[in-house]
């Protein structure tokens, strides 16, 4: 059984900053893809940032220069660096782990960014 387990998360003010970490345990196989997403109220969920075993790192245009993804691969954990957050940066941000044609999911934390 593979559980996420995120963390961090919260309200801030346009301009702020916040970061979000997720524990990944369980049945871990050494090659897997980390990533966030987020869903927006009335919108669908979608990719913010993904990063490989490797290190190689993807993001969505509207975060590109603002947001940061890193893991730790002996810890299995993936970590998320917000800055110059803006009011549509709220959202619910979702832990996702990627092994083969599996995905999991962690149960989600509120981001609320304030104009």
């Known amino acids: 059984q593979v559980q996420l387990v995120e963390s961090g998360g919260g309200s801030v003010q346009a301009g702020g900053s916040l970061s979000l970490s997720c524990a990944a345990s369980?049945?871990?196989?050494?090659?897997?893809?980390m990533a966030w997403y987020r869903q927006g109220p009335g919108k669908q969920r979608e990719l913010v940032a993904l990063?490989?075993?490797?290190?190689?790192?993807n993001y969505a245009e509207s975060v590109k220069g603002r947001f940061t993804i890193s893991r730790d691969n002996a810890k299995n954990t993936v970590y998320l660096q917000m800055n110059s957050l803006k009011p549509e940066d709220t959202a619910a941000y979702y832990c996702?782990?990627?092994?083969?044609?599996?995905?999991?999911w962690g149960q989600g934390t509120q981001v609320t960014v304030s104009s």
């Open positions: 996702n782990l990627r092994m083969g044609s599996l995905d999991y």
């Open positions: 369980g049945r871990i196989f050494s090659l897997n893809g």
């Open positions: 990063i490989t075993t490797g290190g190689s790192t």
